[in-house]
C-alpha cells in the first residue's frame, strides 16, 4: 500500500510536544498540517485505523439507539455525534484504570477508546441491570465504569467540574500527606484527571471556580470545552460573550490553553497530547477548546429543525469527522475504499449483535430499588456505634465548640484521610505568620488550632464559594479521603444545592453503589442570635431531611455533639451536622470529656426528662426551651415528658411511639417554619400509625411562617419560646 509524503507528516513522531507545553497560552489558531505520535509503539496505521473505528463505531451506537427509540425499545437518546474526533482523540492519549476521568453525555466516544464495550453502552440504553454505567438507574450516557475510572456522572450541567477538580486536589494532597501512602491505593505520581463540558456548561458559575481551584494550586486537570455552538437551541454569541470562551479564560495563570479543529482527528490528536502532556509534567491545568458540529438534535426530545436553517446544518454537514476522516485515509493511501468498508462491516455487525444481547438483558427487580440508598457495609444506627452506656467523662466541663474541637482534633489524629476545608476554617492561610498570630480557626473558633496541629495541607481555607467546598469534597472523597467541610452559616448554604441534592446524597444510589461520597458538611444554623437577622438565622432543616441519601445530625448538647460527630465521620454516608449558633457555648449544655471513642448512633433519641401526661418531641434550640416550659407545667401540677431526637434523619420513631402511648398526647416542637416544617412528618405518622393511642390532636409548636427579624422584639415573636410551649402543654392538658 502506497503511503504519501502528506500522511508521512502526520504519523511521524511528535518532537514540538515538550516546547510546546511550556508555553500557557498555546496554539490559539489550528495548525495546517499536525503531527501526531505512537502510542504504545502501535504502528502508524494500525493507530489511524483504530481511531476511525471508534469513530465510525460511536455513530453506529447513536444511530442504533435512535432506531430502537423509534420502535419503542428504549426510553431516552442524546448523541455524540459529530465530537467523536476529539474525543476518540483524548482517548487515544489517556490511560483506562490510571487516570480519571469526568466526562458529559455526547462523551461516547471516549468512552469506548478507554475500553468500554457496544454491550455495555447498550445495556445503559435498555436500562439493563448488568449496565456498569448506572445498572438500570440513570439515563443512557451518564457514563460509569469503576473499573476504568470512569465516575458516576449526572444530569446538572457542570456538577462534574467541581468534582473533578477535588479528584485531582486528592492526588496533589496525596502527595502532602505522608500517612496516606499506608492508607490509601491506586494513587499515581502523573496521573491526570479529564473533565469535558459542552461550551452552554461555560456559562455555569461552576465552571469558572473549578478554573479558579484548579490554577491557584496546578492542578492536573484537563478540561475539554466541545463547542458544538448549541445549548440546546441557544447559539454560543448568547451564551457566551464575545460568543468564544477560550479568549475570556486567557488570564487565568498557569493553564495552557488551546483551539483545535474537534472535527479533525490529527489536529485533536496532536492538541489532546500535548494537553495531557501539559498536566503529567505538574504545570497545571490545561484547557482544550475544540470547535465540534452538532449533526443530530440536542437529543430525540429536541428538533434542531425548529431553529436551525438548513443552510447552517448542510455547513456542518460537510465538517462531518467520520466522513472527513475516512476520506483522508482513503486518499493518503493509509486504506483503500474496501478496506474501510470491511471495518464499517465489522462495526455494524458489533453494534447490532450487541443490541440484541442488551434487548435481551434483564432490568432491576422492583425489589432493589431501595438498594444503595445509604452504605450496606457500615450502619451508623447499629450498636457498634453506641457507647453511651459505657461513657466515663473526665476533665472540666466544656461548651459545645470545646468538645467539637476535641473531636475533630481526636479523629484527624486517628485517621490521616481526614482533611477539613470550608471558608475561614484555618488558622492563618499565610503560614509563614501561624507563629505571630493567634489564628481564626473558624468565625465560632470550632476549627481552632487544627491548621497549627496538622498542617496546611490537611486543614485549609477555601475561596468563597459553598459549591466549591461540597463538589471538591464528592471529588476528595471519591479518592478515598474523608472530607470534613464547613459551609460558614446555613444561611448561605443555597449555592452548594446542585452538589448537595443531586452529587452527594446519590453518588452511591444512581451507580448501584460502585462509587460513594461519605462527606461531613457541618453547619451553624439557627437563630435565637439577637441581631443575627434574616440571613444568619435561618432554619430550614425540612430541606435536607427529605433527600434520600443524606444523614442529618442535630445536637442539643456538647455531649451529644461529640459522640454524634464521631459517629459522623467513622460512617460511610454523607452527613449534614447541624451545629446551633446559639447553643455553641450555653453554659447549661456543657459537658465533660467522653473519651476519644464515645459515639452515639444515628436515629437513637434520648429522654431527658421523663413524664407521664404528655411528650415533647423536639430538637435543637427547642429543648432547653421545652425543659423550661415543662418545670413551669410541673408547678400546675402537669408530668411533661421531653425526647430529643439528636438525629433528624433518621428518627427515633421507635422512642417517639412507645412515648406516645404511654403519655397519649403529643407536642411537636421546634424552630423551623410551622407549614411544610421539619414536625408536619413526625405529626402526620402520629396521627397515621398512632391514632388510637392518642387522647387529644397532635400539636405543634414552631416558628411562624415568615423570615427572622433583626430587632430583638421581632425575633422573640417569630421565633418559639418557652412561654409558647408551656401555653401548648397547658391546652394539650386541658382537651
Same mark, same amino acid.
Request: some cysteine.
Given at each position: ?7 508521512? =507528516? ?11 507545553? *511550556?508555553?500557557?497560552?498555546? @496554539? ?33 451506537? *447513536? ?24 474525543? #476518540? ?23 469506548? !477508546? ?59 494532597? &496525596? ?16 496521573? $491526570? ?67 483545535? *479543529? ?12 500535548? #494537553? ?6 505538574? %504545570? ?20 434542531? =429543525? ?83 452506656? @459505657? ?34 476554617? #484555618?488558622?492563618?492561610?499565610?503560614? !509563614?505568620?501561624?507563629?505571630?498570630? %493567634?489564628?481564626?480557626?473558624? $468565625?465560632? =473558633?470550632?476549627? /481552632? ?17 459553598? /459549591? ?21 452559616? &446555613? ?7 446542585? !452538589? ?22 457541618? $453547619? ?73 471513642? &464515645? ?30 416550659? #415543662? ?63 392518642? *387522647? /387529644? ?11 427572622? /427579624?433583626?430587632?430583638? !422584639? ?12 408551656? %401555653?401548648?402543654?397547658?391546652?394539650? =392538658?386541658?382537651?
Amino acid at each position: 500500500m502506497k503511503t504519501d509524503t502528506k500522511v508521512l =507528516k502526520l504519523v511521524r513522531k511528535t518532537e514540538s510536544t515538550a516546547e510546546a507545553v *511550556d508555553n500557557p497560552v498555546a @496554539q490559539l489558531a489550528p495548525r495546517a498540517v499536525p503531527a501526531i505520535s505512537r502510542e504504545e509503539h502501535l504502528p502508524d496505521h494500525k493507530l489511524l485505523l483504530e481511531m476511525y473505528r471508534t469513530m465510525y463505531l460511536s455513530r453506529r451506537i *447513536d444511530d442504533k439507539e435512535i432506531q430502537l427509540k423509534g420502535q419503542n425499545r428504549i426510553f431516552f437518546q442524546i448523541s455524540g455525534a459529530g465530537h467523536e474526533a476529539v474525543l #476518540a482523540a483524548a482517548g487515544m492519549v489517556l490511560k483506562p484504570s490510571y487516570d480519571w476521568f469526568y466526562p458529559y453525555y455526547r462523551d461516547r466516544a471516549l468512552c469506548l !477508546q478507554l475500553g468500554m464495550t457496544p454491550v455495555e453502552q447498550l445495556l445503559s440504553a435498555v436500562g439493563a441491570e448488568a449496565d456498569p454505567n448506572s445498572h438500570g438507574r440513570q439515563m443512557p450516557s451518564h457514563w460509569g465504569h469503576k473499573k476504568l475510572n470512569i465516575v458516576s456522572q449526572s444530569s446538572p450541567t457542570g456538577t462534574q467540574l467541581l468534582q473533578a477538580v477535588g479528584c485531582a486536589e486528592a492526588s496533589y494532597r &496525596f502527595q502532602l500527606i505522608p500517612e496516606l501512602k499506608q492508607r490509601i491505593k491506586d494513587f499515581h505520581a502523573d496521573e $491526570v484527571v479529564y473533565v469535558s463540558l459542552g461550551e452552554g456548561t461555560t456559562s455555569e458559575g461552576e465552571f469558572w471556580e473549578a478554573l479558579n481551584t484548579a490554577c491557584n494550586l496546578k492542578l492536573p486537570v484537563v478540561f475539554v470545552v466541545e463547542d458544538n455552538g448549541y445549548a440546546i437551541s441557544v447559539p454560543v454569541e448568547v451564551q457566551t460573550a464575545g460568543g468564544d470562551v477560550s479568549r475570556l479564560v486567557e488570564g487565568f495563570p498557569s493553564l495552557y490553553l488551546q483551539r483545535c *479543529d474537534g472535527t479533525d482527528a490529527i489536529e485533536s490528536l496532536e492538541v489532546m497530547r500535548r #494537553a495531557v502532556d501539559y498536566c503529567r509534567q505538574r %504545570k497545571g491545568p490545561s484547557l482544550v477548546h475544540a470547535k465540534v458540529i452538532r449533526p443530530y438534535s440536542h437529543s430525540l426530545s429536541d428538533d434542531e =429543525k425548529l431553529y436551525r436553517p438548513d443552510e447552517e446544518r448542510s455547513g456542518d454537514a460537510e465538517r462531518d469527522p467520520v466522513k472527513r476522516f475516512g476520506s483522508l485515509l482513503i486518499d493518503s493511501g493509509v486504506i483503500d475504499q474496501d478496506g474501510l468498508q470491511r471495518i464499517k462491516d465489522e462495526a455494524d455487525r458489533e453494534v447490532n449483535e450487541a443490541a440484541d444481547i442488551a434487548l435481551a438483558s434483564a432490568q432491576p427487580a422492583p425489589d432493589t430499588a431501595t438498594k444503595y440508598v445509604f452504605s450496606p457495609d457500615v450502619d451508623p444506627t447499629a450498636k457498634e456505634f453506641d457507647t453511651e452506656d @459505657q461513657v466515663q467523662l473526665s476533665g472540666n466541663p466544656g461548651t459545645m465548640v470545646d468538645l467539637i474541637n476535641r473531636c475533630l482534633h481526636t479523629e484527624m489524629a486517628r485517621d490521616p484521610r481526614i482533611v477539613v476545608f470550608g471558608e475561614d476554617v #484555618a488558622d492563618c492561610s499565610r503560614e !509563614q505568620y501561624l507563629e505571630n498570630v %493567634k489564628g481564626k480557626g473558624g $468565625v465560632f =473558633k470550632v476549627t /481552632a488550632n487544627l491548621q497549627r496541629k496538622f498542617g496546611g495541607a490537611r486543614v485549609f481555607n477555601s475561596p468563597l464559594a459553598e /459549591a466549591n467546598i461540597v463538589g471538591r469534597a464528592i471529588g476528595m472523597a471519591t479518592r478515598g479521603l474523608k472530607p470534613v467541610v464547613e459551609i460558614q452559616f &446555613f444561611d448561605y448554604i443555597w449555592p452548594a444545592m446542585h !452538589q448537595i441534592r443531586n452529587e452527594l446524597a446519590l453518588m452511591r444510589w444512581r451507580s448501584a453503589n460502585d462509587w460513594k461520597a461519605p462527606v461531613v458538611v457541618r $453547619v451553624p444554623i439557627g437563630g435565637y442570635l439577637k441581631g443575627g437577622a434574616v440571613y444568619h438565622s435561618q432554619s430550614g432543616v425540612s430541606t435536607f431531611t427529605q433527600i434520600p441519601g443524606l444523614r442529618v445530625v442535630y445536637p442539643s448538647n456538647a455531649l451529644d455533639a461529640n459522640g454524634l460527630l464521631r459517629t459522623a465521620i467513622r460512617c460511610d454516608d454523607p452527613v449534614m451536622f447541624l451545629e446551633h449558633k446559639h447553643l455553641y457555648r450555653q453554659a447549661y449544655n456543657k459537658s465533660a470529656y467522653p473519651g476519644d471513642d &464515645f459515639m452515639i448512633p444515628f436515629g437513637k433519641a434520648k429522654r431527658v426528662r421523663e413524664g407521664k401526661d404528655l411528650t415533647i418531641v423536639t430538637y435543637g434550640a427547642l429543648v432547653q426551651r421545652s425543659i423550661v416550659a #415543662a418545670k413551669q407545667a410541673e408547678q400546675d401540677g402537669i408530668s411533661v415528658e421531653i425526647l430529643d431526637l439528636r438525629s433528624l434523619a433518621p428518627y427515633d420513631w421507635n422512642a417517639i411511639a412507645e412515648s406516645v402511648k404511654r403519655t397519649n398526647r403529643v407536642i411537636v416542637a421546634h424552630e423551623d417554619s410551622l407549614s411544610f416544617g421539619y414536625g408536619a412528618e413526625i405529626a402526620a405518622r402520629i396521627a397515621d400509625e398512632l391514632f388510637e393511642y392518642l *387522647d /387529644a390532636p397532635v400539636k405543634r409548636v414552631c416558628a411562624i411562617d415568615t423570615f427572622v /427579624a433583626y430587632a430583638p !422584639q421581632l425575633e422573640d415573636a417569630i421565633l418559639p419560646q418557652p412561654s409558647d410551649v408551656a %401555653k401548648a402543654i397547658a391546652e394539650l =392538658k386541658s382537651y
